[in-house]
């Protein structure tokens, strides 16, 4: 395993993390908890110390599989988990009032068995409480050593300004792959100016640029991909030409689209500490392969000069869903 430090914070984990989520909650029926558990332990054994939750996934049950999971290894692990919803529901606003947080923090130090949380994000900006509020709260439960760290998920630029200029922001989680590159346009500039990490999610595009994905694909009725516009089976059929290019760099380095996906991923800055998740070993094993992946700088320019010229058809999220959701 190679690691990575998230930023000038001085916060080392693994070049890639594991994101708890889809074992639980979002991707259809969760996994029976003991297999979770098993391959989340698997993952600390094959060098992965870096693990992502939110008491929004579940609600509450993400983190308390992880907890039970983690509790034997808890010195020798990240763990990254959020708050900022009412009542732990995304469906239901946000809320990330300074009482609140202080009870979430409490509450998912119980679920996850710690007396202390490395990263604690701000699942998404509350518009009703000022940011200087929140990471003032952070702050304190910092200072009180409940906290290690303070993240944000999803927020704008100025937003992070601002809130830095109160508390250290480690770490920003927002959503980027080779099929949404947004970040590159303001957010990976302001975060290199000011030493904050950068932990995408969904860097598979939740699962579309593994190449296992077709315009057939049928998934489960809970698995939310249903209705999002870019998993419509139309989008599916015109997005393949982004397969096909990862197919191709693939062949050429004796690997997977996944492993290319990633790799390109990890070459962008050695700040950004992508964070898959899986409910496989296999597929577990396949993502950490991508760490030794060698992508050239030929390669690179490759990539995105291809990339350029493709567009990427449908939109990530519902409209409804673009600023609510914690997924």
Known sequence: MKYRTLGDSGLEVSALGLGCMGLSFGYGTALDKQEAINLIRAAVEKGITFFDSAEAYGPFTNEEMLGEALAPFREKVIIATKFGFIDGN??????????????????????????YIDLFYQHRVDPNVPIEDVAGTVKDLIQEGKVRHFGMSEAGVNTIRRAHAVQRVTAVQSEYSMWWRRPEEELLPVLEELGIGFVPFSPLGRGFLTGTIDKDTKFGSSDFRNIVPRFTP???????????????MAAQKNATPAQVALSWILARKPWIVPIPGTTKLSRLDE???????????????????ALHQIKIVGDRYPEAMEKRTGI
């Open 90 to 115: 995304a469906q239901a606003g946000t809320d990330s009032r300074p009482a609140h947080i202080r009870d979430v923090a409490e509450a998912s130090l119980r679920r996850l068995k710690t007396d």
């Open 234 to 248: 139309e989008a599916l059929e015109a997005n393949q030409s982004l397969i096909e290019l990862l197919r191709n």
């Open 287 to 305: 993502n950490i392969g991508s760490i030794d992946l060698e992508l050239s700088r030929q390669d690179i320019f490759d990539i995105n000069t």
